[in-house]
């Protein structure tokens, strides 16, 4: 992001998470919620401990604050959540397990399929949309989609990388069904 965007975004008022720029940074987002929660904290302080102020001083919080907050904070989770099936994917990707994700989450190891088969039929959707509408497409390609999908179908304790390696034979021979030894 350029200082420009930045100075932008800093001049920005906020009434509503739609106000927030797609692809604003989250910490672009807290340091303006931090701003506006410096300014309602000082509503708490009796009159008599407030310092003289300073031209560059933080004045005294009010509605339009307490709103911003508000909008800034569905933003930020709005964000967050957006980004929670990506990560489930990439952590799967990466070698972990369904019961490592789902531990990670603090959620069961089926509530993070949902979360990554939403994730999935979410960003298939926006392609399909995309294509649709003749605009160069974004979100998973029919071949991302089902790779997705294929990593529901991981026992809770297998891995990507295990499930992707060939099984060998007592003979060691690539493809042929599995011995047990």
Known sequence: MTTDRHGDWTRLEVHCPDDVPAATPLSWQIEKVSHHEDRLFRNRMPARRMPARRPDEVGRGDADDALAVLALRESIRRDVECGRGNRVQEALELGATWRQVAFA?????QEARRILRGHAEG??????????EGVRPFGFTFEQHAAALALCELGDDETATAAARPRHTAGGAPGA???DS
């Open 105 to 109: 989450l603090d959620v069961t190891p």
């Open 123 to 132: 960003q298939r959707g926006m392609w399909l949309g995309y294509e649709q």
């Open 177 to 179: 069904p599995a011995t």
